[in-house]
């Protein structure tokens, strides 16, 4: 029965491995269509709905509408990977969207966490890659939320950075590019 139970385990865990692997495969929001909508209200609402679950999650800074043309749900999920990474290490979280000194926009994401190492920071993106090493989903997922936060928002021709914030935890800057002119 013990055994049983593992082999049940370690299947269960393989097949949440390939469910995820086959999402950043086909990048399922790939096809979704590019519309204008205001990005402030997206990130608003979205922390609004983790901060309602008991989250210690906050958002910050200016509410000004934001219309920019994106794929809602790619830049909803990248957000929710970041903002899930900083609730899961850090003691609280907050989040502002402001303009960048070139027309586009950036999405801040900082936390009081153990943040991440410098020399790590680049492979976070890659797919399973993992910091915490346990086998353990609760601590530390399956290493793909970063590579698909990142893959979304590159998709947009926009970039993820990640920082050590002023909380000594770790600040991910999520940039996205002036809109392109209709």
């Known amino acids: 029965p013990e055994n049983r139970a593992r082999i049940i385990e370690t299947l269960d865990e393989m097949e949440q491995m390939v469910e995820a692997a086959m999402t950043f495969a086909r990048e399922e929001t ?6 204008k909508i205001d990005l402030t209200a997206l990130v608003e609402s979205a922390v609004e709905d983790l ?9 910050i800074g200016e509410g000004d509408p934001r219309v920019y043309p994106c794929r809602p749900l790619s830049i909803k999920r990248a957000f929710g990977n970041l903002a899930a990474n900083a609730l899961n290490f850090g003691d609280t979280v907050e989040v502002s969207v402001r303009d960048a000194d070139d027309g586009g926009l950036w999405i801040e994401i900082a936390d009081d966490g153990p943040g991440i190492p410098v020399e790590q920071r680049e492979q976070v993106f890659e797919p399973f890659f993992r910091i915490e090493e346990s086998r353990n989903r609760d601590t530390g997922g399956i290493g793909l939320g970063m590579a698909i936060a990142r893959t979304a928002i590159r998709a947009h021709g926009g970039e993820i950075y990640l920082e050590e914030s002023q909380k000594s935890g770790l600040l991910a800057r999520i940039y996205l590019p002036p809109a392109q002119p209709q």
């Open 30 to 35: 790939a096809n979704e269509e590019t519309r």
């Open 51 to 59: 901060a309602e679950t008991g989250r210690p999650i906050a958002f």
